[in-house]
Structures are given as C-alpha cells and as structure tokens.
C-alpha cells in the first residue's frame, strides 16, 4: 500500500529556510515522479517541484526556481524540499504526492497523497 508523510513544516522568518521531508513507503523511488505542491488559504493547488528518479530530471515552477531545491535519498525512502529565501507568498500547506514516472507539475496527474505540513513565512 502506498503511503506519503510529510514533515518539517513550521514557522520562518522572511529570508529563512526550511527543508520539509516525505517519508514514502509501498513503492519504489526508480518508477515513481514524488511531486511537491502547495496550497494557500483560498487558493487552488499548485506544483512546486518534482523529481524522477527514472531519469535523474528535476522540475521547478517559476515561482521558487532558484529558491528550492528537491532531492531524494533512495536508502532512507524520503524526498526533501529545501527552501531557502523564503517569502511571505510562500505561506501553504505544502503535499507530496507520487505517480508513475515520469513526473509533472500538473496535481491532476498525482494518484497518491500525504497529508500535508504546513509551512508559514512571517515576520
């Protein structure tokens, strides 16, 4: 059975970093794209990042390209976000999700989901 857990959200300054993590189980990081998305108070779903271990690609939106940073440790089934000069806009719930290869920016096209950690950037 798959499974998605996220973790490490919390609270940030303007400026600061965070690394939020997804502990995955039930499948295997070669076949499956792990996305990550975002979701603002009133406000829709959107891709963040992805990464396809099939292939090695990495995707970013415009949005935190040169900000965030996806990787993944295959030994310990996690995939991370880091984050780093994080904004006030950047305030979601941030989700990872899992598909098969090859990964998309589209939350339409993810079949499994975590939970969610949310993540606030204030002052």
């Known amino acids: 059975q798959v499974h998605l857990v996220e973790s490490g959200g919390g609270l940030v300054q303007p400026g600061g970093s965070l690394r939020v993590s997804c502990t995955i189980s039930?499948?295997?990081?070669?076949?499956?794209?792990v996305g990550w998305f975002r979701q603002a108070p009133g406000k829709g779903r959107q891709g963040v990042s992805f990464?396809?271990?099939?292939?090695?690609?990495?995707t970013y939106s415009d949005a935190v390209r040169g900000r965030f940073t996806v990787s993944s440790d295959k030994a310990k089934h996690t995939v991370y976000l880091q984050m780093n000069s994080l904004k006030l806009e950047d305030t979601a719930v941030y989700y990872c999700a899992a598909r098969r290869w090859p990964g998309t920016l589209n939350p339409l096209m993810y079949d499994y989901w975590g939970k969610g950690t949310l993540v606030t950037v204030s002052s």
């Open positions: 039930g499948f295997s990081l070669d076949s499956y794209a």
């Open positions: 990464i396809s271990n099939g292939d090695g690609s990495t």
